[in-house]
């Protein structure tokens, strides 16, 4: 962490910015970001010297935290509405000349960065927070703190509670949080998959240049298939994951002798056939990606050539991909949480030799993932 402690003054505004500057650059924060988050903090500095009593200094020091890198700004003063100092212009003169302008710009930048900036007030001390650099590694760091301690606390559980407890510990706190992730993400499978192929097939005017591109998408498609199933199967032969685990052996052998022959059996044809849905609905209900993969590429095709209709269609089916997208990040914004109650569920029911074979298990896919980056 940087820091700096400059008087609450508009003439030491060109001195903090540079310590921002300077500081963000030694974080290597993006120049856009960069130019961004020392626009936003200037702006931020001018609402808080206002505010702040005669005497007073600005705290500012530059956070980087799980890859994200973020401007803190604090001084003493009454409170205030960063929303309203920054879009009213309520630090500035609006008789004098060009005041209006400059309020007007102020409240674009505001609106264009509003998910950048934080304020709160506590203690007598006004404290604006700017996002430089958003923490894209904060996610797996917190799922693998989770993991850690799902673990740990597993053990501890499973050495004091009874069967019974930890039988009811499980069913009515840890598996229904579980469960109720992995239906949240069933939920959006189906409608990410749609709006995403429809919106990039409705780009195609042409069945033509639509088929040259989907013949060669998929010629890739099935060339890196194939190459995933014969790393998948190699890698699988040569580490033997949860070979050393009784129960999860006799358990797989008890579910492979109750599958009969025709189960087993794959009918080639009533696949192909059942690709083609008998009506819209009811790929989406049932989560049939071969169906929803068919119905998106008929729509979007047809979007792609009716014309003067397309272009609102074209805007609502990308909104509705844009609004499952950010669904999507809410819901994987819980994987955390999700891993630590199946963790913690697994190691306190089954104890750590289920958890040294999952840990083998674990090795066997990051071997599998570095062959594929390898290979690709």
Same mark, same amino acid.
């Given at each position: 962490?940087?820091?700096?402690?400059?008087?609450?003054?508009?003439?030491?505004?060109?001195?903090?910015?540079?310590?921002?500057?300077?500081?963000?650059?030694?974080?290597?924060?993006?120049?856009?970001?960069?130019?961004?988050?020392?626009?936003?903090?200037?702006?931020?500095?001018?609402?808080?010297?206002?505010?702040?009593?005669?005497?007073?200094?600005?705290?500012?020091?530059?956070?980087?935290?799980?890859?994200?890198?973020?401007?803190?700004?604090?001084?003493?003063?009454?409170?205030?509405?960063?929303?309203?100092?920054?879009?009213?212009?309520?630090?500035?003169?609006?008789?004098?000349?060009?005041?209006?302008?400059?309020?007007?710009?102020?409240?674009?930048?505001?609106?264009?960065?509003?998910?950048?900036?934080?304020?709160?007030?506590?203690?007598?001390?006004?404290?604006?927070?700017?996002?430089?650099?958003?923490?894209?590694?904060? %996610?797996?760091?917190?799922? $693998?703190? +989770?993991?850690? &301690?799902? =673990?740990?606390?597993?053990? #501890? *559980?499973?050495?004091?509670?009874?069967?019974?407890?930890?039988?009811?510990?499980?069913?009515?706190?840890?598996?229904?949080?579980?469960?109720?992730?992995?239906?949240?993400?069933?939920?959006?499978?189906?409608?990410?998959?749609?709006?995403?192929?429809?919106?990039?097939?409705?780009?195609?005017?042409?069945?033509?240049?639509?088929?040259?591109?989907?013949?060669?998408?998929?010629?890739?498609?099935?060339?890196?298939?194939?190459?995933?199933?014969?790393?998948?199967?190699?890698?699988?032969?040569?580490?033997?994951?949860?070979?050393?685990?009784?129960?999860?052996?006799?358990?797989?052998?008890?579910?492979?002798?109750?599958?009969?022959?025709?189960?087993?059996?794959?009918?080639?044809?009533?696949?192909?056939?059942?690709?083609?849905?008998?009506? %819209?609905?009811?790929?989406? $209900?049932? +989560?049939?990606? &071969?169906? =929803?993969?068919?119905?998106? #590429? *008929?729509?979007?095709?047809?979007?792609?050539?009716?014309?003067?209709?397309?272009?609102?269609?074209?805007?609502?089916?990308?909104?509705?991909?844009?609004?499952?997208?950010?669904?999507?990040?809410?819901?994987?914004?819980?994987?955390?949480?999700?891993?630590?109650?199946?963790?913690?569920?697994?190691?306190?029911?089954?104890?750590?030799?289920?958890?040294?074979?999952?840990?083998?298990?674990?090795?066997?896919?990051?071997?599998?993932?570095?062959?594929?980056?390898?290979?690709?």
């Amino acid at each position: 962490m940087q820091s700096i402690c400059v008087p609450a003054l508009d003439a030491q505004i060109p001195q903090a910015t540079d310590f921002i500057r300077q500081g963000l650059a030694r974080y290597k924060v993006k120049s856009k970001a960069l130019g961004q988050a020392v626009l936003l903090a200037e702006e931020a500095l001018v609402s808080l010297n206002r505010h702040a009593p005669q005497g007073a200094h600005v705290q500012i020091a530059l956070v980087k935290r799980m890859g994200g890198v973020s401007v803190r700004l604090s001084a003493p003063g009454q409170a205030f509405r960063l929303d309203q100092a920054m879009d009213l212009g309520l630090d500035m003169d609006l008789d004098q000349e060009g005041g209006e302008a400059e309020s007007a710009i102020r409240g674009l930048l505001f609106n264009a960065y509003r998910d950048k900036l934080r304020y709160k007030h506590h203690g007598g001390r006004s404290t604006v927070l700017i996002i430089a650099q958003p923490a894209q590694r904060r %996610l797996i760091y917190l799922t $693998l703190g +989770a993991l850690a &301690l799902a =673990v740990v606390l597993g053990l #501890i *559980l499973r050495a004091v509670l009874s069967p019974g407890a930890a039988g009811a510990l499980d069913q009515y706190a840890l598996t229904p949080i579980k469960t109720m992730f992995l239906n949240a993400l069933k939920m959006v499978v189906a409608p990410v998959a749609f709006f995403s192929i429809l919106s990039c097939v409705s780009q195609f005017s042409s069945l033509s240049e639509l088929g040259k591109t989907g013949a060669k998408v998929m010629g890739l498609y099935m060339a890196t298939t194939l190459a995933a199933i014969a790393v998948g199967a190699g890698v699988y032969f040569l580490c033997q994951p949860g070979s050393g685990v009784e129960p999860l052996a006799a358990q797989a052998a008890q579910a492979a002798q109750s599958l009969s022959a025709q189960d087993a059996q794959v009918d080639v044809l009533g696949t192909i056939v059942n690709i083609v849905p008998d009506n %819209l609905v009811r790929p989406f $209900l049932e +989560a049939d990606m &071969l169906q =929803v993969i068919f119905v998106a #590429i *008929l729509c979007g095709a047809a979007v792609g050539m009716i014309g003067d209709y397309s272009k609102p269609l074209k805007d609502f089916f990308e909104a509705c991909n844009t609004l499952f997208l950010k669904i999507t990040t809410i819901i994987v914004g819980f994987i955390p949480l999700a891993v630590f109650c199946s963790v913690c569920s697994l190691v306190m029911l089954t104890g750590g030799q289920t958890l040294a074979s999952l840990v083998g298990f674990l090795a066997s896919v990051l071997l599998g993932m570095a062959c594929m980056v390898a290979l690709y």
